[in-house]
């Protein structure tokens, strides 16, 4: 059974039309919906809410261009993308449409690569957005805030050898408030590439140097182009699907002679892309950060630390490599906590936390395990080597002058040093193995390192 790709509203009052749209999307894997005036429109897309509309500009009853401000004026519907369909070539009805809210234009006489890559690329942002709507909801109810929007203006590198093309595609462009810097050839567009990439490439498809698809490629094998959009700039008969796919990594393109209407769009839509890609993967990054840190200490939390450890105890059963691991505290915290007050204790939690990440391995994971208690894991470490880096650690704690820290004297902890042994088959049973040694510190006068 195919994949649903999506929902999409057709609306059209030609029944020819709706069907071949029907016929096409169903084959492509879209789930279609059909409209045939302007108000049914809005009835169906408030209904069945889809994840775009194609729509024909003229329409009995209500044409396409006040359906759309009535869709883009509801709440409810404003975030569905509107595709205007139209044979009328002029700029004034696509400014028409624009500012009515469409978000992007196809000729009736589409292509099915034309209709592919308008339709994939608006339901990926829909869904770009709906995801980052949810992640940065569910991060604000934990007390997460969201990233700060970007600032700085908008960035549009052109590659085209037809120079009154070039001048008119920039000019536009930079009315619009672009900043706008221009190539003739592929050599001069990689050659004039700074530390900054732009925001997003026009190639034209035929350039006098190499094609723009391999420029296109060229591009994106360099990691600060990953996820620069890129548009090819074509003539309708020398589209080719594969090339502008995956195959060569641009995202969209436009036919010549390049309509400015259209080509703002497109740029607007693809910066709105990139931008929400660049946010939700920010998001992403808060929520792992948050479901694997310690609030208090920046350290890791013993939940992800357990799933590190029980990843590393199958290498070891594995490849015969093992690790160690060590369980300390602060000695007598609670006498801490009770003469010099809680803030005091967290802040000498605090400090310990900082001697532990400054003095361990960029290899090696240290959490905080809950409390005034630490688990310190090093990975490919013998136990002898790791009682030795326990010693490092007691004798710094022991130096160091708390009172910086707020909590006004000296401390010592107590260590439990273990290593990975044949037949471990969990972290905690680790972890529990290496907290006897610890207590055995304990028992044992304190200030000092056990092996268990």
């Not at 006004?408 to 273990?418: D, K, Y």
Request: aromatic letters at 6%; hydrophobic letters at 45%.
């Amino acid at each position: 059974m195919m994949e649903n790709k999506g929902k999409i509203l057709v609306v059209d009052d030609l029944e020819h039309a709706v069907r071949m749209s029907e016929t096409f999307l169903a084959s492509a894997g879209y789930d279609v919906a059909i409209a045939r005036n302007g108000q049914e429109a809005v009835d169906r897309a408030r209904e069945a809410m889809p994840d775009l509309i194609l729509m024909d500009c003229l329409m009995p009853e209500m044409d396409g261009f006040e359906a759309t401000r009535a869709l883009k004026g509801d709440p409810a519907t404003a975030g569905i993308p509107i595709v205007l369909l139209t044979s009328l070539d002029s700029v004034e009805d696509r400014v028409r449409g624009i500012r009515a809210g469409a978000d992007d234009f196809l000729a009736k006489t589409f292509s099915q690569v034309e209709i592919l890559v308008r339709v994939g690329s608006f339901i990926e942002l829909k869904r770009l957005k709906e995801r980052t709507r949810a992640l940065d909801e569910a991060l604000a109810a934990v007390g997460v805030g969201g990233r700060a929007e970007e600032t700085g203006p908008d960035t549009v590198m052109i590659v085209q050898s037809d120079m009154a093309a070039r001048a008119e595609m920039a000019a536009e462009l930079g009315r619009q408030g672009y900043t706008v810097s221009v190539a003739a050839t592929g050599s001069e567009a990689l050659a004039g590439i700074g530390s900054a990439p732009p925001k997003i490439v026009l190639i034209d498809v035929r350039l006098p140097d190499m094609p723009g698809v391999d420029l296109v490629r060229e591009l994106k094998k360099r990691l600060a182009f990953e996820e620069v959009p890129v548009v090819l700039v074509s003539r309708i008969e020398e589209l080719d699907f594969d090339a502008i796919g995956m195959e060569s990594g641009a995202d969209e393109y436009l036919l010549k002679p390049v309509n400015p209407v259209e080509m703002l769009a497109r740029v607007r839509n693809l910066l709105r892309k990139s931008a929400m890609q660049r946010r939700l993967r920010a998001a992403m990054d808060a929520a792992f950060q948050r479901a694997t840190t310690d609030p208090m200490t920046g350290l890791y939390n013993i939940q992800f630390l357990r799933g590190v450890i029980d990843k590393e105890i199958a290498a070891a059963r594995r490849y015969g490599q093992g690790f160690s691991l060590m369980v300390l505290d602060i000695d007598r915290f609670k006498s801490i906590n009770d003469t010099l007050g809680h803030l005091a204790g967290d802040a000498m939690i605090r400090g310990l936390a900082g001697i532990l990440s400054r003095l361990t391995r960029s290899c090696d994971y240290v959490a905080r395990y809950g409390g005034d208690e630490f688990v310190v894991f090093l990975p490919v470490t013998g136990v002898q080597e790791s009682v030795i880096v326990g010693e490092r650690l007691r004798a710094a704690v022991e130096k160091t002058d708390f009172a910086a820290a707020g909590g006004g004297r000296r401390i010592t902890i107590s260590v439990g040093v273990t290593g990975y042994r044949e037949g471990d088959t969990s972290a905690d049973a680790i972890i529990k193995r290496a907290d006897e040694g610890l207590y055995e510190s304990k028992r044992g006068g304190r200030n000092r390192v056990t092996k268990a």
